[in-house]
């Protein structure tokens, strides 16, 4: 049966009129899938039990579910998702004095095999459905407000997956996070982050989207980035620049780069001096972080010595940095570690 939650409305009040109802009942069960959140069609209570039925008899409804839950002793929650066909994803929800941010996936996997990401060993199974990631979201906003009783303020698309190779799912689940007849959060506080899909950062400025974008950077020069990500071999750094240049034209909003500082492979001064060079294209700021091991050995995180060496020569060419301290580090909910141990 087809999915309801991916009709739009003027499809859904098309629907309903064809099954003899009158045309407010469309707007009704909109609200119950968009705004309420509902998990079902037996919660919109406020819809006649025939329609209900005839909707169930008609349409699939496949919410997520949570299928478990961990705590970090710094109250990061991680879940994991079961989806309709039995994969799992993970979303964490990342409490901190100054905001309460939902981290969601993207793919079920990931093609893209960057070397100190534990999601980039798994293979890429499926794009995950507007619905489902919109779900993520709904789900981390409701346990935000139960375990806390502070809002949900912030959506980073940085859980499992690229985002951009999803696009058009991507974009369709935003617009129902930030639509007023949907959870009517500002664009203004969800980013979206990539690795690197230069074409697809082109279509964000096409598209002059509203939300704001990170680059997963890690290196500011192209032999040292092809060796932790194999996507910068056909999205290589002067591709990249051009293509961030583009989005800032079209949207006007500042790009964030996030850069992980590896021992004694981009922690040196010179790396700081290219990350400066490539950063001075577009207003941006940096966020560097610190590497959460994902068991493999391969990579240390770097000394607070060098990082703050790093940070300082940045800020001394102007530049807005951030050091980013990982959150959930001892579930496996911090940067770069959602794998699924408990599939």
Not at 39 to 63: G, I, Y
Not at 192 to 218: C, P, Q, R, W, Y
Not at 268 to 296: M, R, T, W
């Amino acid at each position: 049966m087809p999915n309801i939650r991916e009709l739009t409305f003027d499809q859904l009040s098309e629907t309903i009129a064809g099954l003899g109802e009158k045309s407010f009942r469309a707007k009704q069960i909109y609200d119950w899938l968009w705004n309420k959140s509902a998990r079902s069609f037996d919660q919109m209570n406020n819809v006649p039990l025939v329609l209900r039925n005839k909707l169930a008899e008609t349409f699939a409804f496949t919410p997520i579910v949570v299928a478990h839950e961990q705590r970090s002793s710094d109250r990061t929650i991680k879940y994991g998702f079961k989806l309709h066909d039995d994969y799992l994803i993970e979303g964490v929800l990342i409490p901190t004095a100054s905001r309460m941010t939902a981290c969601v996936s993207s793919q079920v996997g990931c093609s893209l095999s960057c070397k100190f990401c534990a999601t980039g060993k798994l293979d890429r199974v499926r794009n995950l459905n507007a619905d489902e990631i919109y779900d993520q979201v709904a789900i981390i906003r409701e346990q935000s407000m139960e375990v806390y009783n502070i809002p949900l303020s912030n959506i980073v698309y940085m859980g499992m997956g690229e985002p951009l190779l999803n696009y058009a799912n991507v974009i369709s689940s935003i617009e129902r996070i930030t639509s007023a007849n949907g959870l009517g959060m500002s664009p203004q506080r969800i980013t979206v982050s990539t690795a690197g899909i230069a074409k697809m950062i082109n279509k964000l400025g096409d598209d002059e989207v509203k939300f704001n974008l990170a680059l997963s950077l890690h290196a500011a020069n192209d032999s040292k980035r092809d060796k932790i990500m194999p996507i910068n071999e056909h999205n290589n750094l002067d591709v990249l620049r051009d293509a961030l240049k583009y989005f800032y034209d079209k949207t006007g909003t500042r790009v964030t780069y996030e850069f992980i500082v590896f021992n004694n492979f981009n922690d040196s001064l010179k790396d700081a001096q290219e990350l400066a060079e490539f950063a001075k294209h577009v207003p941006c700021k940096i966020n560097l972080i610190e590497y959460n091991a994902i068991g493999d050995g391969f990579f240390e995180k770097a000394r607070l010595d060098r990082l703050e060496i790093f940070k300082n020569y940045l800020e001394s060419k102007n530049l807005v940095v951030n050091i980013r301290r990982s959150r959930g580090k001892d579930i496996d909910a911090a940067c770069g570690q959602l794998a699924n141990k408990n599939q």
